[in-house]
């Protein structure tokens, strides 16, 4: 059977400070949102636990777990259960101080379909992920799902677009973008609404550069006090391959996104402006370079 | 003499018939634009002539021309006269047999600053540049100029990110895209609007993501009739590095735009998202084929 539509659920959290508490509530909104029809649901980046990469904290460590692990266990029960296709972000503990910014595709059967580690990864003020977590070294992947081919990459993999072509070089029909961005109480008010826009435009380019459906599911809510607080800002959202805007979550609010995304516009897309004929692979090895002088 | 500042000039422009009309309707655009203050100056793809291409016709390679030529010592003799630098695309007539689509850089000083051969040919009804225009060799560059290291890249070349990459890598400050971009009538009604936003979309996203100014000079007005027209949209445009649209031409009408850009605002933006330095050469091979598998 070949499915003409998948359709998408992005689960827009905010974190509690208890991961058991954060774990039970994706549980009932991925219940909530496989009811209204979603079959590949998304969760946000890191969603067990508060963005403790917004301090260092040795003891956040404590927080990593394994795959497969309790939390990849929790959810291959659930995916089966209700039959749906789960992108579950995990902090991963892959050896003792060797740790991941992790995401896994569960397949409907509650199989493990992939496991993605975030390539890129940010180290800004209260970003300090380059602390916790090693660069990623799966590569770039599409993973086959009973839904089709889908590919995961995790927030500040957006920016680099050398990462969504190569999922898309692996057939993926879809990218799905968990992720925990946000605002400094320092910048709001000036730079807020440019840093914003600038977030959903490189996502809308990246659907229409490789001419498929884009899904970034950020995280919500304010973590943190005064000038240490990171106010996350939703605003989860899908992008077809044409770069039309399928849906938006808010600002300010958890929110629940259930998107059809027809299979058929992606190939309309690329016969229409048909950039995968036309690349000069002939031409890019300047990128391998860190900087071409 | 360190310059802080990069004053931009565009020339939207329409096309007579007649490339004579068109040359010197290009020079007394620049003349006014560099009494405006413009220093480096850019002209529409292929601005000299019709856009040929949209239809099937020997006798248009008749238009190419070498470089240097006649139109690269006419616009020698202005970038010197004015002190501009000037951004000139010409049909080049490189050998017998063999043509491309092709933009000169013309340095302050009037001699040639750079040559970068279009290296993304569409096919597409009435764009039928892969009859006219083999393929670029020249590779994507940055060319040191007298205002500055200055990219360019031509039209369909904008889909493409590992074309801005390069230039990028390349240490310039700005990537200019004279283009010829249009709708077709059976299309501007219903699609018309979805893909000029695309092309913005995409512009300004390629100027966020390597944290570089983007200038898109695009031509204007209807050539053809009927189902053989295509309508060019104008809507020349200038990015910062942070995705601010500083500048935007009519969609409708010949045009001349001068933005200002400062050239702090590069190291600003890079510093506030670091994209330089968190690439991951070491995983990027795959962007080196057709297709992953």
């Known amino acids: ?3 003409r539509e998948l359709v998408v659920g992005l689960v827009q959290m905010a974190a509690a400070r208890d991961p058991a508490i954060n774990v039970e509530k994706a549980a009932w909104k991925i219940r909530e949102i496989a009811h209204r029809g979603a079959q590949v649901i998304c969760l946000p980046e890191l969603f067990r636990t508060t963005y403790f990469p917004r301090q260092y904290d040795e003891a956040a460590f404590c927080l990593a777990e394994p795959i497969p692990g309790p939390t990849t ?18 902090f991963e503990r892959r050896a003792p101080g060797l740790y991941h910014n992790t995401a896994v595709v569960l397949d409907a059967d509650g199989s493990i ?14 970003f300090y992920e380059k602390y916790y977590f090693a660069p990623g070294d799966t590569g770039f992947r599409s993973f086959a799902t009973r ?13 680099f677009p050398e990462a969504a072509r190569a999922v898309a070089l692996h057939g993926a029909s ?15 008010a000036t730079e807020g609404e440019r840093q914003r826009l600038a977030w959903q435009t490189v996502h809308r380019a990246q659907a229409i550069m490789n001419g498929l459906y884009v899904a970034a599911v950020n995280r919500v809510g304010r973590e943190g006090e005064g ?9 989860s959202c ?3 391959p044409e770069g039309e805007l399928l849906g938006e979550a808010a600002t300010d609010a958890e929110d629940l996104l259930v998107v059809r995304c027809g299979l058929d516009a992606i190939e309309r897309a690329r016969r229409g402006w048909p950039f995968l004929r036309d690349r000069r692979v002939d031409l890019y090895e300047v990128l391998l370079r860190r900087w071409a002088e």
Chains 1, 2 share one sequence.
């Open 238 to 240: 899908v992008f077809s």
């Open 174 to 188: 879809i990218i799905f973008y968990p992720s925990a961005i946000g605002w400094l109480a320092s910048e709001k």
């Open 73 to 90: 266990e929790r959810f291959s029960q659930l995916a089966a259960e209700l039959g749906v296709v789960l992108v579950v972000p995990v």
């Open 113 to 126: 379909a992939g496991v993605y580690r975030k390539a890129h990864i940010p180290d800004d003020p209260l």
């Open 1 to 3: 059977m070949k499915h």
């Open 147 to 159: 839904y089709g081919p889908v590919g995961v990459l995790i927030c500040w993999d957006q920016w």
């Open 227 to 235: 000038t240490e607080s990171v106010e996350f800002w939703g605003s």
